[in-house]
């Protein structure tokens, strides 16, 4: 007990010094009543409570923006969990390591040790598990690890509530107490309650729609900018954004509002992004409404106190946050978080890993000397084309194309500055040429290491050849979107060269758009994969599926002026459910480039491009939303942009002129 007491608790000059502070605090008040709550308790020894108390107002530094929001009986729980977690880390005889998860019906606590932009601090981890277990938008993790003092009551999973948890996180100036230097992260959880139930998606008014206690207890100021970006966000596909600088010029708030649902680990995401960027969050706040939003924020600091390029700095982050809703954490994510790639070179590597993937010269010029001397053979050449197919996924995995990225980090820097200096409208730029890069392509001889990472970096230097446009510099946007030259196909393995293909990619999917005349009709078709091996089999034949699809319909539509097209959109494995939003965004980001902003979007193409879209496997009941998002997004052919559409909007009822996509005699075994 005396080396308990010893550890926690400070001598009488200390317990005096507390005691002055505290007389002077704007919240004396409420500390005492916080003290007869836990006195009434009896869970603190009467001798140690004023201290645990007043340490926890005055020496901890948690914003006091949390004092003022907080009420006192919720406060005096938070200084029980940590004095608990204190106690029983102590008693383990280690030095202090406070890691604490405590969870009961409607709310949970965590508590873990704080180590600004360092990727191994154990409040990484706390922020996945919290975004999976709690937010129900983050990929499913293992929970928090290590020494860890759970007083959870049950070792399942939580509940996650249609809305997700709210959620209020602080960083502590001071340590966690005077015998440590561990400053702490903490994050108080809580189910949301709205008086007024669930409101419509489209119900801005904020009283409406906010939980009691955020109504109750949040600034006059933050009503005000939550309102404005509540108004702005129903509105909106993707996400709002807006940075704002507070009284103190070193501290930045970070508001973004979004519809719940539409990403995945965008806390952590943006967390990882203003981390790369040498900031820090001194608290931060996930608000749920009940008409399906979300909105975050973020107070930010530099690590670096004399930083001088703050403001500069936090306009890039609210910049970056976008392309961080589009693809927030994938295999990649490391090369960020370790400094290694900016979030753009990321996304980047990111495309370029899945377009390597699809596109990589596959033993073309074995295959076509074979193929020749087995011409007369339609046998052997069938079966042939059956082993290559085998033999180039063995090859070329999804993994081993991530590996060699992965490797060689600096060639995706030198590839993206290619791209960058063509496509980005902002900068000097160079003119659209199919075969530039040579320099490059030497570079990546004597840099990947192997011919198989050789044929990964010159796949990707071959998309930068032949991109046409892309939305990838567009500030707003739900997807990247690219429009490819397709002449870089192989007519070794694709007959008949397409007339124009695009490639979408959004973080939950990706996806392509193939046609064989410049005006083309044909459907758009959700891929599923009900286990990994079906994932990695449609992962790999997707673009092939794609054109072959297109092909047909090229085949079906020769005797009239409308030739052939074809859409897909492969679902990620973890995003089965998200087919509505995988296809909301892949068709906004086919509108980016049908409909390019002069100042967002370099047009190498320069002429008009229009497309017209169909309902095939999975989409049906998409094509009155997508044709009335093309109308809201200014794009003229609006009316013909789907078919397939309901009557109410100017369609013909599929199932009543016995087309396939809604016939009821075609039956699904």
């Known amino acids: 007990m005396r080396r308990a007491e010893s550890f926690v608790f400070q001598l009488d000059e200390l317990s005096l010094e507390l005691e002055a502070e505290v007389n002077v605090s704007p919240f004396k008040d409420q500390i005492n009543e916080v003290k007869e709550i836990l006195k009434k308790e009896k869970l603190i020894a009467r001798e140690r409570l004023d201290t645990e108390v007043d340490w926890y107002y005055t020496r901890?530094?948690?914003?006091?923006?949390?004092?003022?929001?907080?009420?006192?009986?919720?406060?005096?729980?938070?200084?029980?969990?940590?004095?608990?977690?204190?106690?029983?880390?102590?008693?383990?005889?280690?030095?202090?390591?406070?890691?604490?998860?405590?969870?009961?019906?409607?709310?949970?606590?965590?508590?873990?040790?704080?180590?600004?932009?360092?990727?191994?601090?154990?409040?990484?981890?706390?922020?996945?598990?919290?975004?999976?277990?709690?937010?129900?938008?983050?990929?499913?993790?293992?929970?928090?690890?290590?020494?860890?003092?759970?007083?959870?009551?049950?070792?399942?999973?939580?509940?996650?509530?249609?809305?997700?948890?709210?959620?209020?996180?602080?960083?502590?100036?001071?340590?966690?107490?005077?015998?440590?230097?561990?400053?702490?992260?903490?994050?108080?959880?809580?189910?949301?309650?709205?008086?007024?139930?669930?409101?419509?998606?489209?119900?801005?008014?904020?009283?409406?729609?906010?939980?009691?206690?955020?109504?109750?207890?949040?600034?006059?100021?933050?009503?005000?900018?939550?309102?404005?970006?509540?108004?702005?966000?129903?509105?909106?596909?993707?996400?709002?954004?807006?940075?704002?600088?507070?009284?103190?010029?070193?501290?930045?708030?970070l508001v973004v509002a979004y519809k719940r649902g539409s990403t995945h680990s965008y806390w952590s995401g943006i967390s990882d992004l203003y981390h790369f960027y040498g900031l820090y969050s001194t608290h931060k706040y996930v608000e749920q409404f009940a008409n399906g939003m979300t909105i975050l924020s973020i107070y930010l600091r530099a690590m670096d106190p004399t930083e001088k390029d703050l403001t500069s700095k936090v306009h890039t982050i609210a910049e970056q946050a976008s392309l961080v809703y589009i693809l927030p954490r994938s295999s990649l994510t490391p090369l960020l978080t370790t400094n290694q790639l900016s979030a753009e070179e990321v996304a980047y590597a990111y495309v370029g890993w899945k377009f390597a993937y699809q596109f990589l010269n596959r033993y073309a010029t074995e295959y076509a000397a074979i193929v020749n001397a087995l011409s007369k053979d339609t046998v052997a050449t069938s079966m042939f084309a059956q082993l290559r197919s085998r033999l180039t996924k063995d090859t070329f995995t999804e993994g081993r194309v991530k590996e060699a990225i992965m490797l060689c980090p600096s060639l995706i820097k030198d590839l993206y500055a290619d791209f960058e200096k063509h496509h980005d409208p902002n900068g000097p730029r160079l003119p659209f040429d199919k075969k530039h890069g040579h320099d490059l392509k030497l570079k990546i001889a004597k840099t990947a290491g192997g011919e198989m990472e050789t044929s990964v970096f010159e796949t990707i230097l071959t998309f930068n050849r032949y991109l046409v446009k892309t939305n990838f510099f567009q500030k707003s946007k739900v997807a990247l979107s690219f429009r490819l030259d397709p002449s870089f196909l192989n007519t070794a393995e694709y007959a008949e060269i397409p007339y124009a293909m695009f490639f979408v990619v959004g973080s939950e999917f990706r996806g392509f758009h193939v046609r064989f005349r410049d005006i083309a009709r044909g459907g758009i078709r959700i891929i599923r994969s009900i286990n990994q091996t079906a994932y990695d089999q449609n992962s790999a034949s997707v673009f092939d599926e794609n054109y072959n699809l297109a092909s047909t319909q090229q085949a079906k539509n020769k005797d009239i002026p409308e030739g052939g097209s074809k859409g897909t959109i492969l679902l990620g494995l973890d995003h089965q459910t998200k087919a509505d939003v995988a296809f909301r965004k892949y068709i906004d980001g086919l509108l980016d480039l049908l409909l390019p902003s002069p100042k967002e979007v370099v047009d190498n193409y320069g002429k008009e491009e229009i497309l017209f879209l169909g309902p095939d496997e999975g989409t049906a009941d998409f094509m009155d939303w997508a044709s009335q998002h093309a109308k809201k997004r200014g794009y003229k052919f609006w009316k013909a942009f789907t078919t397939g559409k309901s009557p109410a909007v100017g369609g013909i009822p599929h199932d009543l002129h016995g087309m396939t996509t809604r016939n009821p005699s075609i039956n699904t075994y």
């Open 60 to 253: 901890l530094g948690i914003d006091v923006e949390y004092f003022r929001s907080t009420p006192p009986m919720i406060i005096a729980r938070h200084i029980l969990s940590l004095y608990s977690a204190k106690m029983v880390s102590h008693a383990t005889g280690n030095k202090l390591q406070v890691q604490l998860h405590n969870r009961t019906e409607g709310s949970a606590t965590f508590i873990t040790p704080s180590a600004p932009g360092s990727r191994d601090s154990p409040a990484v981890s706390v922020e996945h598990t919290i975004e999976a277990y709690y937010l129900g938008e983050g990929l499913k993790a293992a929970p928090v690890t290590g020494n860890q003092i759970s007083l959870t009551q049950t070792s399942s999973p939580p509940t996650v509530p249609t809305h997700g948890y709210r959620v209020a996180c602080y960083r502590s100036k001071g340590s966690v107490s005077s015998s440590s230097p561990t400053h702490l992260r903490l994050y108080f959880l809580n189910k949301p309650e709205y008086p007024l139930g669930d409101q419509a998606s489209d119900e801005t008014d904020l009283q409406k729609v906010g939980d009691i206690h955020f109504w109750e207890r949040s600034s006059e100021n933050t009503k005000t900018i939550y309102q404005q970006m509540m108004i702005e966000a129903v509105k909106s596909l993707g996400p709002v954004i807006r940075a704002f600088q507070q009284a103190d010029p070193s501290v930045w708030r």
